[in-house]
């Protein structure tokens, strides 16, 4: 194994640690409901997905989820709330690492951060209409949401909580970002992301 390709995959296993940590450092946000938890997890994948292309921050999200499935496991028995935050992370870093390398400023990665949470917050929303929410009420063995209702579960809960997650990994993101962007820019031209 080459130098390169060795410090890539050290480098993408502490950013995996980094987002675990992260991960198990989740608060409930006030005015939703309590399974619905903040964190900034999202953040080391999205640093990885800079410094080393797309793949990695898929592979940092993998694994965080990964990790916190078999150290904390999930109520149901089955990683459906490990399944929808890799998910919801797929959605937000993937079009703002895209914007991102046609736009790189810190006006394209506020633009970016942006779409990713638009992103993050609408497929969310159709995914757990059609997919996380049936599979938690039958695993859960809870009786079914009504179409009507879980649309308005949707739109007063499932839908805003992404958006204020986003806009909150967006805020402290573009925190980190400002005083790492040169140092940001030139690894991910050194390692060709």
Do not use: C
């Not at 989740?26 to 900034?40: A, I, K, R, S, Y």
């Not at 736009?103 to 059609?130: C, D, H, P, Q």
């Not at 879980?150 to 739109?155: E, N």
């Not at 980190?176 to 962007?181: A, M, S, T």
């Amino acid at each position: 194994m080459n130098n390169g390709r060795l410090k890539r995959f050290v480098s993408i296993g502490m950013l995996s640690s980094i987002a675990y940590v992260l991960m198990m450092l989740n608060f409930p946000f006030p005015g939703f409901p309590t399974f619905l938890l903040v964190d900034f997890s999202d953040i080391p994948a999205l640093v990885g997905a800079i410094l080393f292309g797309p793949l990695a921050g898929i592979i940092i999200e993998l694994i965080k989820n990964i990790l916190d499935y078999f150290i904390t496991g999930s109520e149901t028995g089955i990683p459906i709330g490990h399944a929808a935050n890799f998910t919801a992370g797929i959605f937000f870093i993937l079009p703002t690492y895209y914007i991102y390398q046609r736009m790189k400023s810190t006006r394209g990665m506020t633009v970016a951060l942006v779409v990713g949470t638009l992103s993050m917050a609408v497929s969310m929303s159709i995914l757990n209409y059609f997919v996380f929410l049936p599979a938690y009420t039958f695993f859960l063995n809870m009786p079914a949401m009504s179409g009507p209702e879980a649309r308005q579960f949707i739109v007063s809960a499932i839908f805003p909580f992404n958006v204020v997650k986003g806009l909150l990994i967006t805020f402290v993101f573009t925190l980190i970002f400002i005083r790492l962007q040169y140092w940001l820019n030139k690894q991910s031209v050194i390692h060709g992301a």
